[in-house]
């Protein structure tokens, strides 16, 4: 017995001293990142303070400044892409990526990039991925696709915002299959849909039709790139069991505009039960055809909750006759319904 015991307490110890060892080793590896990611914050400060006046040139298309550029060694140049890859992070705009685009080329970055996103640190796979990008380098989309299911964030998004930035048809069928990813952010996953746009409807239209479970997502990406063709899908989906799905396809409907039955559908909706599907109706009636019927339905919702309430007075704002008319009746009350309506008709005499 005395034995076992013993045998029981070097156990222990040893299991011990292991989660002691893996504890440490895990403080260490934060360590070394964290002191890694100083590191490189400097560097790029330092790089910031000596190069951006000469980048912000370069993307004026000051050739000189771009020439000045593509004359350092590889590892400031790594530096350079890095400070003007980032602001794409949250800038879209096409002709800054365009711009960046043609100054981070002449910096001759394509024979590294490889390199880089094979890297075991994932700021360098984040670059190659923008990089790749940005210099249009279609032949690398296997390796962009592969990084969608990488294990960071950051470069995920990257790998996302790669495809968005090439704009190859060929990518636009991984970008819709991963509108369900939800490892990638839900904005970078939209922004991608916003960089297609309706080269996106028909897909959409043709994969939801046998994928019913992810209509949300549908009809949220629809909300962003759809038209009229899709006016009829989405007709069909307010009447989804649904709550969440039901007020996604009135928010696309607001999107792709309504007719005549969308129209009717959308004011039998603002007698849903539930709020979100009410306020994505009278969200979807704004600029409806100044119908009577119409405005008076969504007169009766200006005492709703407030986020139905507000977009019923934006829609009757935008019916200059007959809304008008239901914001006026209303005007003259004391309370938080009559302060809207006077804020919407005061609304429409100053744009007058």
């Not at 914050?41 to 330092?46: D, G, I, P, S, V």
């Not at 998004?157 to 970008?175: E, G, K, N, R, T």
């Not at 994969?207 to 949300?216: A, F």
Request: with cysteine; aromatic share 4%.
């Amino acid at each position: 017995m005395i034995d076992l015991i013993f045998g029981f307490e070097r156990l222990a110890l040893w299991a011990v001293a292991v989660g002691t060892g893996l504890a440490i080793t895990l403080t260490l590896s934060i360590v070394v990142e964290r002191i890694a990611l100083a590191i490189r914050e400097a560097q790029l400060r330092r790089a910031e303070r000596r190069y951006g006046p000469l980048i912000a040139r370069a993307l004026d298309g000051d050739q000189r400044a771009v020439r000045e550029l593509a004359a350092n060694p590889l590892r400031v140049r790594l530096r350079i892409a890095r400070l003007m890859v980032g602001p794409l992070i949250a800038d879209r705009d096409p002709r800054h990526i365009a711009a960046t685009g043609a100054v981070v080329g002449a910096l001759s970055l394509a024979p590294t990039v490889d390199r880089l996103l094979e890297s075991r640190l994932w700021w360098r796979r984040t670059l190659a991925l923008r990089s790749v990008g940005l210099l249009q380098a279609k032949n690398r989309i296997p390796a962009v696709v592969a990084a969608l299911e990488d294990a960071h964030p950051e470069v995920r998004d990257a790998a996302l915002d790669s495809l968005a930035d090439m704009h190859d048809p060929v990518a636009l069928p991984v970008i819709v299959v991963h509108l369900h990813n939800a490892s990638l952010r839900r904005g970078r996953r939209a922004a991608a849909i916003a960089a297609y746009g309706s080269e996106c409807e028909d897909l959409l239209l043709g994969l939801s039709s046998v994928d019913g479970e992810h209509r949300l997502n549908y009809a949220r990406a629809l909300a962003i790139c759809g038209t009229e063709r899709s006016r009829s899908t989405l007709g069909e989906w307010t009447r989804d069991a649904r709550a969440d799905v039901r007020a996604a396809a009135f928010e696309a409907l607001s999107h792709v505009g309504l007719d005549a039955l969308s129209a009717s559908l959308a004011v039998e909706a603002l007698e849903s039960g539930d709020t979100d599907v009410r306020a994505m109706a009278a969200e979807a009636l704004h600029h409806w055809n100044d119908d009577a019927d119409a405005a008076r339905h969504l007169g009766q919702h200006l005492d709703d909750t407030w986020p139905v309430a507000v977009r019923a007075a934006r829609s009757l704002q935008s019916m200059p006759r007959s809304g008008t008319a239901q914001l006026r009746a209303r005007a003259d009350r004391p309370d938080l319904t009559g302060i809207l309506a006077r804020q919407m008709l005061w609304e429409i005499e100053i744009r007058r």
